[in-house]
């Protein structure tokens, strides 16, 4: 049966019209209208009809894995950022493992990774950052952080580092870079690879000797994570990217099963030699399509996932802008606070792409009848206004019972006595600057902490 290409165009047409009046109809959010109680959230998807539309779209082709939106993603993704290669998967939490993954490979030679190689890192952060080192084997050695930036501690670096070490692999901190000016110098210095987890730092940008660019671009590698509250979304997913050639083919093993073919989804014999080679112990022609050069898994993401990021990407300068102002004003909100609260401030040479607002209570803070106050009391507070608060997730992942197998052993080592990373487990919280949020919601936020921390 053949098909009328005009009406089927014109149906999908239709439909996609059908799908912005839904949108508009019974999607479309009130921002403005708020009433104390109401809830607010610390992150959260900001959207418009654009992103529903491309989903339907992507469906309506039926393309279930990797296509079209994909490679459009994959494209003007590191056309954003100035870099040559990016990368989909399926969370930021793949897109470590992916980078890590790369580094292990032996086509790097004396720069591979290798079981017993050491990586330097810090404590104070999400957990998957720290896994793949642990998982492959390697050893992390842990740095602390400072306040009030809530980064990795570079006064240390020198003295974590041994014969072993190959690489640095840390996060910057709510989108507040990390001392990327210090730490690329002393990874060149050492010959180290540099991971930057850009997970909750997309739109972030780092200045070093005049020249700007965005946080994720400095190092051998960049991860970003897409998951609803992050600076830009896609349900689930995540990106690697990089400039280095060989990383990039890596990175697509590494995520493609560890296949040595490069063909892209639904392409057979991309590079026109499919018959031709001869590989490990395989028989001469061997179909190039089950060749695997590494161990490697599924991690793509699909079509659907890259339909709403390509919506997203036209966004994220304007909620950068935003995420800047809600944190901008929260900051000036709580400045007669400061007995109390530390405020976090921007770390030198950068120009953050907020992912959270953190305080930290101070020690031996009291309010205005001489009782303590804690950071329980004010997060307990806030929630119980409907307000939102996270913590500065692991606060200090030797401490959770992820590592009980391993405290005390040699699996990882730790550079001074993580005081800073142990206050900050204690004392430090978050709360929410992303592009939903108004003044009105803000300065409540504000509201509820002075009337916790005051009493």
């Known amino acids: 049966m053949s098909i009328d290409l005009t009406a089927k165009e014109a149906a999908r047409q239709e439909i996609l019209n059908k799908v912005a009046e839904y949108y508009e109809n019974f999607l479309k959010a009130d921002t403005e209208s708020f009433t104390e109680g109401d809830r607010i959230s610390y992150a959260g998807r900001v959207f418009d009809e654009k992103e529903v539309v491309n989903l339907v779209d992507s469906s309506l082709d039926f393309w279930l894995t990797a296509g079209r939106y994909t490679e459009e993603f994959e494209k003007r993704f590191a056309d954003l950022l100035g870099v040559k290669y990016a990368n989909l998967v399926n969370s930021g939490s793949s897109a470590n493992l992916i980078a890590f993954m790369a580094l292990t490979a032996p086509e790097l030679g004396d720069r591979q990774i290798k079981r017993g190689d050491e990586v330097i890192t810090v404590a104070c952060g999400f957990p998957t950052t720290v896994a793949p080192i642990m998982q492959y084997g390697a050893i992390p050695v842990f740095l602390d952080v400072t306040v009030p930036e809530y980064n990795i501690d570079v006064t240390d670096l020198e003295a974590a580092l041994s014969e072993k070490t190959k690489a640095v692999m840390i996060a910057h901190t709510l989108g507040n870079p990390f001392n990327l000016k210090v730490i690329k110098a002393f990874c060149d210095k050492h010959n180290l690879w540099l991971v930057e987890d850009n997970c909750d730092s997309l739109g972030s ?29 896609m349900g689930e997913g995540g990106c690697v990217y990089t400039n280095n050639a060989l990383l990039n083919k890596l990175v697509k093993s590494y995520r493609d099963w560890g296949r040595d ?6 392409k057979d014999n991309f590079c026109g030699r499919r018959f031709d080679g001869q590989f490990g112990q395989l028989p001469v022609g061997y179909d190039h399509k089950y060749v695997y050069s590494h161990l490697g898994y599924n991690l793509k993401a699909t079509d659907m996932q890259a339909a709403v990021g390509c919506a997203q990407l036209d966004k994220l300068v304007g909620f950068a802008d935003a995420r800047r102002h809600n944190w901008e004003r929260l900051h000036a909100d709580l400045q007669d606070l400061t007995d109390v609260l530390i405020l976090p401030e921007a770390s030198e040479n950068s120009r953050p792409s907020w992912f959270g607002f953190i305080m930290s209570v101070r020690d031996g803070a009291v309010d205005s009848k001489g009782e303590p106050v804690t950071r329980n009391r004010i997060t307990r507070a806030l929630e119980d206004h409907n307000i939102q608060t996270r913590l500065l997730f692991s606060g200090n992942i030797i401490r959770h019972p992820a590592f009980d197998e ?5 699996a990882y080592r730790v550079v001074g006595d993580l005081k800073t990373t142990d206050y900050i487990m204690n004392n430090s919280f978050w709360v929410g600057v992303y592009p939903g949020l108004n003044d009105t919601k803000v300065d409540y936020i504000a509201k509820v902490i002075r009337e916790a921390v005051r009493g």
Do not use: K, L, N, Q
């Not at 000797?209 to 994720?216: F, I, K, L, V």
């Not at 073919?261 to 639904?266: A, D, E, R, S, T």
């Not at 391993?406 to 040699?410: E, L, M, S």
């Open 205 to 233: 940008e780092y200045t070093i000797d005049g020249e700007t660019r965005y946080t994720g671009t400095w190092g051998d590698i960049g991860t970003s994570s897409f998951y609803p509250p992050h600076h830009i979304t």
């Open 261 to 266: 073919c490069v063909c892209p989804p639904g």
């Open 406 to 410: 391993y405290r005390d052993t040699d």
